[in-house]
């Protein structure tokens, strides 16, 4: 499997793309018509790094290997690294 990691422009590579993240509760994917739940202990790569105005990470986007699963602006609550 290919990961793309994202940069935002202008700044340099952030250390926490492509590190391995671990789900430390369980996190639920609200959609129009169906929820998902992916449960702690839940691994995944991180490929882009969103901050905040105070330049503190605020949230990540994460590739799951097992399914092949993108999960977008996931908050850096739900995960130890």
Do not use: W
């Not at 990470?57 to 799951?64: A, E, Q």
């Amino acid at each position: 499997m290919v990961a793309i990691l994202v940069k935002k422009k202008g700044g340099p590579i952030p250390p926490e793309l492509g590190n391995p993240v671990v789900f430390t509760r369980d996190y639920v994917k609200h959609r129009l018509f169906s929820t998902t739940t992916y449960g702690q202990g839940t691994s995944g790569l991180v490929t882009k790094v969103d901050k905040g105005l105070l330049c503190g990470i605020t949230h990540y986007d994460v590739r799951l290997p097992e399914s092949g699963t993108f999960l977008r602006e996931v908050p850096v609550d739900y995960f130890a690294a």
